[in-house]
C-alpha cells in the first residue's frame, strides 16, 4: 500500500485563507550581494564612528578618485575571467603605461600622440597574451604571470630606475571635476556601465558566459571561440593602458613600483569578492563595483586610523583568499539538487 504526499499542499497550521509571506530571512540571504553590501556598510558605520574625516566631502571625493583606476582594470578582468580567462600582467601593464606616456610627456610629445602611443603598446601587450593563452594550451596564469614579470622589466628600464614627473600636463584629466564628479570617476563609470551592457544584452557577452561555462560545447555550438578570447584579451590590455594613463594624470609622475603586483592583487580581489566565479561561466559587474569600493574603503579607513600600510597588503589578500573560499562554498551549494 503506498501513500501520496501532496508536496505544494498548505500546512495545516495555516489559518485558511491566508497565503505565507513571500520574504524570508533566507531569501535575503540569497538576494545578490546582500553579505557584500552588509560588510560595506558595518565598514563605512565603523570608520565613521572612529574617523570623523572620514564622511567629509574631501575624503569620499579622494576615496572615489583612487578606486577609479582599478575599476577600470576589474571591468575588464569581470569580462575576461566570465570567459573562463585571467590576465595577471594588468598591473604590470598599467606600469609600462604610466613610464611610456610620462617619457613621451617629459620630452614634449603631445597629449593625443602619447594618450595613442600608451593604448596601442598596452593593447598589443593584452593580443600577445591572448595568442599564447589560445595557441599553445598553456595556463593562462602562467603566461600573464611570466608576461607581469617581463613588463616590470620594462617599466624599469623605461624610467631608468628614476622618477619622471609630467608637470601639469593632463592635469584636468586626473584633478578636475564635472558637476562636482572627478573626471576619472566619470570614465570608470563609463567603463563599467560599457561592460554590463555587454554582458547582458549582446552576443559577444552571452559569448562570454558560454565559453566560461564550457569552452567545447560552446565551440560545438558555432561560437568562434579563438577570435572571442584574442578579443577579450586585447580589450583587458586596452583597459589597462587607460588605467595607466588615468593613473599617471592622477600621480603627475611616474615613479618604480607604480601599479604592478599590489594593483593587480586589488583588482583580482574587487572581482572575486564581488562574486565574479574563478572557473568561468558567471560574473557580475555590480559585484566588481562593490568589491571595488570596498577594497578602496578599507585602505581609507586604515590610513585615516592610522595603521601602518604594511597591513593594507595584508588586508587584500586575507580578503581575496576569504572571497575564494566563499565562491567555492556557493558554487557548491548552487550545485546540489
Known amino acids: 500500500m503506498s ?82 580567462g585571467m590576465d595577471f600582467s594588468m598591473g604590470s601593464n598599467v606600469s609600462v603605461t604610466t613610464a611610456v606616456g610620462a617619457q613621451l610627456l617629459a620630452h614634449g610629445h603631445s597629449t593625443g600622440f602619447t594618450v595613442v602611443a600608451s593604448l596601442v603598446p ?16 598553456v595556463a593562462p596564469f602562467v603566461v600573464t604571470l611570466a608576461t607581469a614579470t617581463l613588463l616590470d622589466g620594462v617599466a624599469l628600464l623605461v624610467l631608468n630606475s628614476v622618477s619622471v614627473s609630467i608637470g601639469t600636463k593632463m592635469f584636468a584629466l586626473g584633478n578636475d571635476k564635472v558637476l562636482g564628479v572627478p573626471y576619472l570617476l566619470v570614465l570608470a563609470i563609463l567603463v563599467l556601465t560599457a561592460t ?26 558555432g561560437i568562434n571561440v579563438t577570435a572571442r578570447k584574442l578579443t577579450l584579451y586585447a580589450l583587458t590590455g586596452a583597459l ?15 615613479s618604480p613600483g607604480t601599479g604592478g603586483l599590489s594593483l593587480q592583487l586589488t583588482a583580482v580581489a574587487a572581482v572575486v569578492i564581488g562574486g565574479t ?38 588586508s587584500v589578500g586575507g580578503v581575496l583568499l576569504l572571497a575564494a573560499v566563499a565562491n567555492e562554498l556557493h558554487k557548491a551549494r548552487s550545485a546540489r539538487p
Do not use: C, W
Open 3 to 84: 501513500v501520496k504526499t501532496l508536496h505544494d499542499a498548505p500546512d495545516l497550521s495555516d489559518p485558511p485563507g491566508t497565503a505565507r509571506p513571500r520574504f524570508s530571512l533566507g531569501a535575503l540571504r540569497r538576494a545578490p550581494h546582500t553579505g557584500l553590501t552588509a560588510v560595506l556598510i558595518v565598514v563605512v558605520v565603523v570608520t565613521v564612528l572612529q574617523a570623523e574625516s572620514f564622511a567629509t566631502d574631501t575624503n569620499v571625493i579622494n576615496i572615489l578618485r583612487q578606486v577609479s583606476v582599478t575599476a577600470v582594470i576589474a571591468a575588464g578582468l569581470t569580462l575576461l575571467m566570465t570567459a573562463g
Open 277 to 314: 566565479s574563478l572557473a568561468g561561466g558567471h560574473g557580475t559587474v555590480i559585484g566588481t563595483a562593490l568589491g571595488v569600493v570596498l577594497l578602496g574603503v578599507v585602505a581609507n579607513a586604515l590610513n585615516l586610523l592610522q595603521v601602518s600600510s604594511n597591513y593594507q597588503q595584508v
Open 240 to 254: 589597462s593602458g587607460l588605467a595607466g594613463l588615468m593613473l599617471l594624470s592622477r600621480l603627475g609622475s611616474s
Open 196 to 221: 554590463a551592457l555587454v554582458m547582458r544584452f549582446t552576443v559577444f557577452g552571452r559569448d562570454a558566459f558560454a565559453i566560461g561555462g564550457n569552452e567545447h560545447v560552446a565551440r560545438l555550438s
Open 122 to 137: 598596452a593593447t598589443v601587450v593584452g593580443l600577445v597574451n591572448g595568442l599564447v593563452v589560445t595557441f599553445t594550451r
